[in-house]
């Protein structure tokens, strides 16, 4: 029989026809969403995991608090040694950093897994973290970290994590980096009393020497 027989051929009238062929497009539209479907996952569902695999990497960077008194102990807070306030800060400040940090991804994690609710908050949290931006939750505490992008947030955080504990096991390095140091000023002014105080001559007499040099722009210094 010819494909393109009447429909008095078939024993049908020409609306039975047009009603058969609507179905077989409609199964076939339906066929094509289903393939879309597999082909393409939910967004909400990849970013999420997304999201989870940073929290992940993020805890598997971070470092056990500094044990403030164990430092106290071994650097107490003398008038002839004001750098050991320094030291304990900079220690106290990471301590609350990392704390702050560690508590907010449990939650994080919690609420993306099902377990608690996912709050406004934690929401905006996810939402910065898959876009690679330092969360605001974390902003508040006085670090002096300028930066936005998460992955050096985190790079520096761990750098001033490996510089006080350097500092703390084997007294202030020869080398300081600065950008290790929350607030370079009081640094450099306990140096200045530091240097008052062995040579006994008054503060307000000693003034910084800052040089750049060649050697340090080529990182051979």
């Not at 539209?29 to 989870?52: C, F, H, K, T, W």
């Not at 508590?103 to 608690?116: F, R, V, Y």
């Not at 898959?130 to 670090?143: E, T």
Request: net charge negative; charged share 25%; hydrophobic share 45%.
């Amino acid at each position: 029989m010819q494909l393109d027989a009447s429909p008095e051929a078939f024993a049908c009238d020409e609306n039975a026809l047009i009603v058969k062929d609507a179905a077989i497009a409609r199964e076939f539209l339906e066929s094509v969403s289903y393939l879309d479907q597999i082909g393409s996952p939910n967004y909400e569902i990849v970013a999420q995991d997304r999201v989870l695999r940073a929290i992940d990497e993020i805890n598997s960077k971070l470092p056990a608090l500094f044990n403030v008194d164990e430092i106290r102990d071994k650097y107490p807070l003398i008038t002839r040694e004001p750098l050991n306030a320094i030291l304990i800060h900079e220690a106290e400040l990471i301590n609350e950093v990392l704390a702050a940090i560690a508590d907010s991804l449990s939650n994080l994690k919690s609420a993306l897994n099902g377990e608690i609710i996912l709050t406004d908050s934690l929401e905006d949290l996810s939402a910065e973290i898959d876009s690679n931006k330092v969360p605001r939750a974390w902003r508040p505490i006085g670090f002096g970290v300028v930066t936005g992008y998460l992955p050096n947030f985190i790079n520096l955080l761990l750098k001033r994590v490996s510089f006080v504990q350097n500092w703390r096991e084997t007294d202030l390095p020869r080398i300081i980096y600065l950008d290790a140091l929350s607030c370079c000023k009081r640094f450099l002014s306990a140096i200045l009393l530091v240097f008052s105080r062995r040579r006994d001559i008054p503060v307000e007499q000693i003034t910084l020497d800052l040089r750049a040099l060649d050697g340090m722009r080529r990182g051979t210094c």
